[in-house]
């Protein structure tokens, strides 16, 4: 059984960088709580800065901790580590998101991570993991593109 992977899942959004940014921003999160993939967030200590931490509350799980690893100076980019995995069965946890303008009105979105899993095979962590991201990126598609 192979335990480290990785993956990656991205889209365009027909909306500008600046619609989109304040939505996947490491605070904005919590605008999308209450989606399928989490119920809520707390953060630890309010702001954006390298070593903040916050919690995904899924729903009836165990919360997951993210701390913020580093902030991309193009200002639309970050990456977090997960320091408290919850009912996830990973040992270890980095991702990514970045997010690119595109013309005027138009981004793209890329999130991506590594892991080693503990328990499960990592392709078969893999593919959840793409199922609940891309799942996340339609409803995030569904708010900004009515705009």
Not at 49 to 55: L, P, Q, R, Y
Request: aromatic share 12%; proline share 3%.
């Amino acid at each position: 059984m192979a335990n480290e992977g990785q993956e990656r899942v991205s889209r365009k959004f027909a909306a500008s960088i600046e619609m989109v940014w304040p939505l996947v921003c490491w605070e904005g999160t919590v605008a999308l709580a209450g989606t399928d993939a989490f119920e809520r967030v707390d953060y630890d200590v309010p702001g954006t800065f390298v070593g903040a931490t916050k919690w995904l509350h899924i729903y009836r799980e165990k919360p997951i901790r993210e701390r913020l690893d580093w902030i991309g100076d193009d200002g639309y980019s970050y990456g977090y580590s997960i320091i408290d995995r919850g009912v996830l069965p990973i040992k270890s946890y980095e991702g990514y998101l970045r997010l690119t303008r595109e013309g005027a009105n138009n981004c793209h979105i890329e999130i991506g991570n590594r892991f080693v899993t503990d328990g499960v095979d990592a392709q078969e962590f893999g593919q959840a993991w793409q199922q609940m991201e891309r799942q996340l990126l339609e409803q995030l598609a569904e708010i900004v593109e009515k705009k």
